[in-house]
């Protein structure tokens, strides 16, 4: 059997949090979520398994760069994708409109 672990190819599996929306975990498959420092697994919650997949560099992600993940969890042990930030235009739709009274 091949064996998916190099800092080329990797076996990963990714879980999302139930407490934050679109904050995803990627971890090697093998070594899972058990080893997670205890700060990120309170911030983070109960990994809620979404897919696993072979890494390799050239995969296309949506948000990251995969040869980034793979540094990071042959590093770190895991990588952590936060939510996207929110774009300033965005933030104008939730005002208020100003009017007569409201300046």
């Known amino acids: 059997m091949t064996e998916y672990l190099s800092d080329k190819k990797r076996f990963c599996s990714v879980y999302k949090s ?16 058990g080893d997670l420092p205890e700060a990120l697994a309170g911030l983070f919650g109960e990994p809620l398994h979404v897919l ?14 995969a040869s980034k993940v793979l540094a990071e969890i042959a590093e770190k042990g895991f990588y952590l994708q936060m939510p996207p930030g ?12 100003k009017d007569s009274l409201h300046g």
């Open 86 to 97: 929110k774009d300033d235009y965005m933030l104008e739709l939730y005002k208020a409109p």
């Open 52 to 65: 696993d997949m072979i890494l390799t560099p050239e995969k296309k992600l949506a948000r990251i760069d």
């Open 18 to 33: 139930p407490k934050k929306h679109e904050m995803y975990l990627y971890v090697d498959k093998k070594s899972g979520v």
